[in-house]
């Protein structure tokens, strides 16, 4: 190996003029690990470049390019290298002769890969050599194995081990080759490209009892403490001439078997156990057992026994039939389909014997019984009637299971006979009751105001309720704002419900009670009555005022012949002024009508009283007239015993 470098480093000083950046390293190299290795090296530039202050040189590890940073081998120059070569690495060659072999010592698996040169002759005169020598760390010797061996032919094994290192030299032994019948050993070196391998070949006549026999070769430095060994396993070939296994068996789930195997051959053969293709036990003997224990349904099948070699196979089988109750059906994840849809639900199991299949659903029998592991129930033109959950259940001899699923079907709202309005006392009372799926949402209309009332709107007693799929919607209205277009005593209110699926309007009809009815005649002759009587009483204070108070300008028996003016005047001077409640109590039973005015609002806003004179004498039960937030004038107390502000006038 070193004349060959002292003669190519002769040829480089004979260099041709037209040289230009070349260099020389073998492109594979190998070496074992914790030992060195040399990587030989020669380089060339052009013959016009003069050295700037010598020949300089760096090995890269990994890429050639120093813009990225690769890990600095070995630096001419400096002593700075990457941490996992320091000590490791020297130049063994002249730079000035155009030599950079490199020797890197303790080499680790994590020294493997390509290693490139760069040459610096100073000044622009830098180069780095796109060519690479690739570096194989070993931690064992390579051994070639023919692809068969048949018994009783020759063989040979060759065990390899790398020789790159000059400061050591690799010696090779053979592992257990004193069981094998004369066996013969032969050496050889081989060089190229200035890298050395060391082999050794072993050469034996293989018989039928070395199948499964372990061979190795061990790679030893002297004087050292390295060593590195690698196994094999002897696979000899030859024919058998007939196999017997047990008959066929039927067992219960979770109980043991064993079955029997036994080879008529000559040598002996590989006995193998195979299960639906897959080998579960080798053995080389005349006979092999395979024991099976806790059995499982999936161990049901066919159990093949082969003997087998290079010449031919030969194999024999038997089935083993595993009894198990119904497993635990597949079926359908829960569906959700829409009405009129049709759906397919699927039930599949496991048994042996194979389990009758029955569909249920919420515990009736649907469909058709099947005797097999696989039924299919089809369901046609799904109404909401079909809504709700269905069982596939699995029987056999040994047992039964069962698994669920939910059909849904989803359908548009449809409005109930329920949705009415009635007459109540707080004046009238919303109902809109409607089906669907998903649940509907509801709304309420009222054209005449041009006004939809749901959760959102806060003006009106507005409430919803949602049961199951079924949807509550309910708003309570004063009969004086919201009457019918015609001014008559109707309401005008239309219900809307609605899904993805679609909606639905109606117009809610009035259903007036008999209670109520009465109610209203007899609570607005009574009404009437009390406005009468107030107005009066209103008089009456307003001359005490006026003659009190003496205040000029007022004119408030002017006011009084005109009620509505009066109303106009206490909402202008009283902006405190928020509600007048009204509440009379006739023939036991209770009427209340709340009028809500805004202090905001316009004049308008106030009904006139004046075109209820004429039912002033009607009898007056009870009354109650409130006066929020008014003050009371100097002198006198508005306040009633209990502190609340109103004044209570009595007619029995």
């Known amino acids: 190996m070193w004349c060959l470098q002292l003669l190519l480093s002769l040829l480089m000083i004979i260099k041709d003029v037209s040289s230009q950046w070349n260099v020389w390293m073998p492109r594979d190299i190998s070496t074992m690990t914790n030992s060195c290795v040399v990587i030989p090296c020669t380089f060339m530039y052009p013959s016009g470049v003069r050295p700037y202050r010598g020949v300089h040189g760096i090995w890269y590890f990994g890429q050639p390019y120093p813009q990225f940073f690769p890990p600095v081998v070995f630096k001419s120059r400096t002593d700075i290298v990457h941490e996992s070569y320091k000590g490791r690495t020297r130049l063994l060659g002249d730079l000035a002769q155009r030599n950079c072999t490199l020797r890197i010592g303790s ?112 790679v030893h430095f002297p004087n050292t403490t390295f060593a590195y060994e690698r196994l094999i396993t002897l696979d000899v070939k030859y024919p058998p001439r007939s196999v017997w296994v047990n008959v066929t068996q039927e067992v219960m789930e979770e109980s043991s078997v064993t079955l029997f195997c036994e080879v008529d051959s000559n040598p002996v053969p590989r006995v193998s156990w195979l299960f639906e293709g897959e080998v579960l036990l080798t053995e080389t003997a005349l ?110 001899e040994h047992g039964r299971a069962s698994s669920s699923l939910n059909v849904t079907v989803e359908f548009a709202p449809v409005l109930l006979e329920e949705s009415k309005c009635t007459v109540v006392r707080e004046g009238v009372q919303c109902v809109c009751i409607a089906s669907g799926n998903p649940e509907p949402t509801v709304e309420f209309h009222l054209p005449d105001l041009n006004l939809t009332v749901n959760e959102s709107e806060k003006r009106f007693s507005f409430y919803a309720h949602t049961d199951g799929h079924t949807t509550t919607g309910m708003i309570k209205l004063r009969e004086k704002a919201h009457q019918g277009g015609d001014g008559g005593a109707g309401v005008n209110v239309h219900c809307s419900v609605s899904n993805v699926y679609g909606s639905d309007t109606v117009r809610l009809e009035l259903q007036q009670e008999k209670k109520y009815m009465m109610a209203v005649i007899v609570g607005t002759i009574g009404g009437v ?68 005015e805004s202090s905001t609002g316009e004049d308008g806003d106030y009904q006139p009283v004046s075109a209820m004179a004429a039912l002033e004498r009607q009898e007056l039960n009870y009354a109650a007239l409130e006066f929020m937030g008014v003050r009371p004038r100097d002198g006198a107390s508005a306040q009633g015993d209990d502190g609340s502000d109103y004044t209570e006038i009595k007619a029995k």
Request: hydrophobic share 35%.
């Open 529 to 596: 009555a009390v406005i009468a009587f107030i107005i009066a009483a209103v008089r009456y204070v307003g001359r005490n005022n006026k003659k009190e108070n003496g205040i000029p300008g007022q004119d408030l028996g002017s006011k009084l012949e005109n009620p509505s003016l009066f109303y106009s005047a206490v909402k202008k001077d009283k902006q405190s002024l928020r509600k007048k409640v009204l509440k009379t109590e006739l023939l036991g039973s209770k009427f209340s009508s709340i009028l809500e």
């Open 107 to 218: 080499v680790g698996t994590e020294h493997a890969g390509r290693y490139y040169f760069r040459a610096d002759l100073g000044g622009a005169n830098i180069f780095t050599y796109p060519d690479f020598s690739e570096l194989k760390v070993l931690d064992q010797p390579n051994i070639d194995v023919p692809e068969e061996i048949v018994s009783n032919e020759n063989l040979e094994l060759t065990c390899y081990a790398p020789d790159n290192c000059p400061d050591v030299s690799p010696e090779i032994t053979w592992l257990y080759a004193e069981y094998l019948p004369d066996p013969q050993f032969v050496s050889d070196y081989l060089e190229e490209s200035n890298t050395a391998v060391l082999s050794s070949t072993l050469a034996f006549v293989p018989r039928p009892m070395h199948n499964g026999m372990m061979l190795g070769c061990r």
């Open 287 to 396: 006979n092999a057992t395979l024991v099976l224990e806790g059995l499982d349904p999936s161990q049901e099948g066919l159990y093949t026994c082969v003997g087998d070699n290079g010449y031919g196979t030969m194999n024999s089988s038997m089935y083993l039939a595993v009894k198990f109750p119904p497993r635990e059906p597949w079926v359908n994840s829960s569906q959700t389909v829409l009405e009129g849809s049709s759906l397919s639900l699927y039930c599949t199991t496991q048994g042996n014997p194979p389990p009758t299949l029955t569909w249920l659903k919420d515990g009736v029998l649907v469909g058709t019984i099947t005797a097999e592991e696989e039924s299919v129930l089809e369901l046609e033109e799904l109404t909401p009637q079909s809504d709700g959950v269905y069982r596939c259940l699995a029987e056999n």
